[in-house]
């Protein structure tokens, strides 16, 4: 019986999530709510997420794949049960026989070993049933491409001037994170161009990471301000926690694949969750190289979603 948790901001978009995840509809899932959600205060502090359980029904669950795996098995079954048996015949007749006739056994032990041989037809007969099965697999687990990361120098805090880009930065988080209440530590980095990198580290019970990284994003957004605020030049910047952007970004791509595959058997388009900028980038670069789907973006923001449809 397969299950799976979905927590969002209601529980109608936890069920909807947790039916994009498991590919059925609701009429397939018994539907158990594990928690109501809670908004808090301003959306950002004390906000709980709504928990939901799916569980997918048992007459539901995975026909094509039962019919995909049962009948190589049979199909190679069968031959090798007259293989076993023709041998089997032939060892008492053997034994019947004088120990002179030491000449005539070995002929027929050829011939013994040479019909299990023809048993093995079947096989190739069965490894060519396995193919669109083995395909599925293959389509369900390709190749994960990440985006390509810059290099990040970080400054230490000894070297860190306070007019400089990271030090606008650091100074912002410190005291922005001290007013909410939440202990932790910052690193500061810079790439090649300039850019700016903050690492916050403490953050265990992911209160700065929020909903899908909603808190991160607003504070990323924040800093971004403070920064380039009365500066003629735009100086981009990133922040991360308890490595949440590395995760995400593995998340996304695989349910970009798997969105795909599913557009790829129903021949018709799938539409994801709104997501900001560089979530959708995610979403468009893991499938740029499938042939046989195509990606665009619909709506405008905050509901700007990607869009996967099969190449006909």
Sequence with gaps: MKQYEASARTVEEAIELGLQELGVS????????VEEGSKGLFGLFGSRPAKVCL?????????????????PEKQGKKPEKKAEKKPAEKKPAEKKEPEKKESEKKPAEKKAEKKPAKAEKP???KTSADEPAEREEAAEKPEIRTLEKPEVTMIPDDQLEADSAAGIAKAFLAELTKLMGVDVTIDMGTDAEGNVYGYINGDTLGILIGRRGETLDALQYLTSLKVNRGKDSYTRVTLDTENYRAKREDTLIRLANRMANRALRTGRKVSLEPMNPYERRIIHFALQQNEGVTTHSEGDEPNRHVVITHKK
């Design 26 to 33: 609701i009429g397939d899932v018994d539907v158990r709510v």
């Design 55 to 71: 569980t997918v029904k048992d007459s539901e669950a995975d026909p094509l794949g039962n019919l995909l795996e049962d009948k």
């Design 123 to 125: 096989e190739a007969e």
